[in-house]
């Protein structure tokens, strides 16, 4: 609603993009709030990526998921977007894809592994393989001096009270999981055509 995610998914998109053959679609889901709800809200205008619909995803070699956390877990929009993919459930369509997620809190305590648990549970249904960042930022991951989202699960940054933007570090990890899917992606796309 406020940048936070789409600023991590402009260097997701960027470290995926570094990797030679990887083409990188930024993709968002409809909104479920009224107008008048976001405004109240004090929510700027949405971005001019595409609204994605559900059979889009079947057309990707792989996935990186990003969305504010809300009460712990992902929000009601992109819930509702995914509760439109039973279709490619039933069909396995997504089966083996490769897919991580990113996500942005609040605060420290605002749920930032539940919200990663809660989502792992959407890619497990459609047999997606899901690809944690681990360890694999390095020092990053271990950083103490400033304020840093993201774990093992993925990039994350803290919004605070909205006014707080990703920071220099936290936009590195984003890179960083973009490239490293990426990678894995093909990866994989190569053993499979193989």
Not at 19 to 43: F, R, S, Y
Not at 101 to 127: N, P
Not at 130 to 150: D, H, S
């Amino acid at each position: 609603m406020y940048g936070h995610v789409e600023k991590l998914a402009q260097e997701i998109k960027k470290g995926a993009a570094s990797v030679e053959g990887v083409e990188v679609k930024i993709w968002q889901v409809p909104e479920t709030l009224p107008e008048k709800v976001l405004g109240k809200m004090g929510a700027p205008p949405k971005t001019d990526a595409p609204i994605i619909t559900a059979d889009k995803l079947a057309t990707a070699d792989g996935f990186v998921f990003g969305f504010p956390t809300k009460f712990g877990m992902m929000p009601a929009q992109f819930k509702a977007f995914l509760d439109s993919t039973g279709g490619l459930w039933r069909t396995q369509q997504l089966a083996g894809k490769p897919a991580r997620i990113f996500y942005s809190t609040g605060s420290q305590g605002g749920g930032q592994e539940t919200t990663a648990l809660t989502a792992i549970t959407q890619l497990v249904h459609h047999e997606m393989i899901f690809v944690p960042i681990g360890y694999t930022f390095g020092a990053g991951m271990f950083e103490m001096e400033n304020v840093k989202g993201g774990s093992p699960y993925g990039a994350r940054t803290y919004a605070g009270d909205s006014s707080r933007q990703p920071s220099q570090l936290e936009l590195d990890q984003a890179f960083h999981q973009g490239k490293y899917l990426a990678s894995i992606t093909k990866k994989l796309k190569k053993e499979q055509a193989a």
